[in-house]
């Protein structure tokens, strides 16, 4: 099970961080990524961060201003965001996969969201 928060309202410019805790043994055999949706639109990847947290991809979206990272010990997914801006707002999900990249279907399970809304 995965339960992401953090999400908020917040400036254009500002920062967020997300979280997505996870229960269960099996945490560290899966790589974690996060994924958004805006309204009216499509699902759309984010990052990625391997099992072992040693590789991250990033959308070109968000690459430079992003940052995934986790913590194993804690089974805790991490999503520093920086420099937001308003077509940022989106329901973040995170998603626990068995493959590593950006297609849904490498996903096995997936948290309930947390909405971010950034306003200009």
């Known amino acids: 099970q995965l339960q992401a928060s953090g999400g908020g309202l917040v400036q254009a410019g500002g920062s967020l961080k997300l979280s997505c805790a996870a229960s269960?043994?099996?945490?560290?055999?899966?790589?974690m990524g996060w994924f958004r949706q805006a309204p009216g639109k499509e699902r759309e990847f984010v990052a990625i961060?391997?099992?072992?947290?040693?590789?991250?991809y990033y959308a070109d979206s968000v690459k430079g201003r992003f940052t995934i990272s986790r913590d194993n010990a804690k089974n805790t997914l991490y999503l520093q965001m920086d420099s937001l801006k308003p077509d940022d707002t989106a329901v973040y999900y995170c998603?626990?996969?068995?493959?590593?990249?950006?297609?849904?279907?490498?996903?096995?399970?997936w948290g309930q969201g947390t909405l971010v809304t950034v306003s200009s």
């Open positions: 998603a626990a996969g068995s493959g590593y990249g950006s297609s849904h279907s490498n996903y096995d399970y």
């Open positions: 961060v391997s099992r072992s947290g040693a590789r991250t």
């Open positions: 269960g043994r099996t945490y560290g055999a899966y790589h």
